[in-house]
């Protein structure tokens, strides 16, 4: 079963990082666009960026220069790191990438999801 698994997370000082780390299963045969994706309480989850293949980021305005992510193409991992958190920083963070998977004979590019690792920013 193709699986996203998260790492990282938990209680984070206001001002402080956050690094957070994303394996793929190996029963992947390619991977197109990952990113990373938050929902704070009570609100839509919203993106945090992505990255190609390629290796091009993509960052919303607001958390530019302080978020980057990067990917190891070698062994199907996904990185965040954030600098300068907020309190508004507190949510879930999960994993998200277009995987090209094969089983049964027949290869599927489909969307998946990690399980999404609580981050709370707070003193």
């Known amino acids: 079963q193709v699986q996203l698994v998260e790492s990282g997370g938990g209680l984070v000082q206001p001002g402080g990082s956050l690094r957070l780390s994303c394996a793929a299963s190996?029963?992947?045969?390619?991977?197109?666009?990952m990113a990373w994706y938050r929902q704070a309480p009570g609100k839509q989850r919203e993106a945090v960026g992505s990255i190609a293949t390629s290796g091009r980021t993509y960052y919303p305005k607001s958390l530019e220069g302080r978020t980057t992510i990067s990917r190891t193409n070698a062994d199907n991992t996904l990185h965040l790191q954030m600098t300068n958190l907020e309190p508004a920083g507190t949510g879930v963070y999960y994993c998200n990438a277009r995987l090209l998977t094969f089983s049964g004979g027949s290869s599927n590019w489909d969307e998946y999801w990690g399980q999404g690792p609580q981050v709370t920013v707070s003193s």
């Open positions: 190996r029963n992947i045969v390619s991977i197109d666009i």
